[in-house]
């Protein structure tokens, strides 16, 4: 489906941008008016990184660190007041992974695509651990004395 895959990193344009990881640049150029570079790494993973003009050409071998690209500006979903943002994406073939978990940080909540309909009834609405599953809300305690409802 089409959508925002990957994180986008604040940072200025000029910077120089590096390869995450060691491997061998799969792609190097234009894609839809924007400069992209695609980097291959083992165990079948690929980050992308845009919009970067690369230093680098498809089939160069890089290590981790390595320059690939200068950072230019231009990438329209950066958020009002961030500046410039680098999108930084990482796949495992078809799937799209959070690519911070190469960085060792943990699990990114990514929002839905389209917003989850609301069940009839409570069906389905015990929660699971501490939070209540999302459309559902927390089950009401009966007291020996209720307070009138304020909302």
Known sequence: MPGHRGVDLATRAGATVRSAGG?????????????????SHPRG????????????AAGDRVE???????LVAG??????????????GLRRGADYLDPLLLLGFGRV??????????RAGREGCRPTGRTPRPGCRPARRAEANPAPATD
């Open 45 to 56: 993973l690929r980050t992308t990184y845009e919009p970067v003009r690369p230093v680098v």
């Open 109 to 118: 909540r990514l929002l839905p695509v389209v917003r989850p309909r609301r």
């Open 23 to 39: 491997g061998t640049v799969l792609f190097a150029g234009m894609v839809a008016g924007r400069p992209v570079v695609s980097v």
């Open 75 to 88: 990438h329209p979903g950066c958020a009002a007041g961030a500046g410039t943002c680098l999108h930084w």
């Open 64 to 70: 981790p660190g390595d320059p690939i690209g200068i």
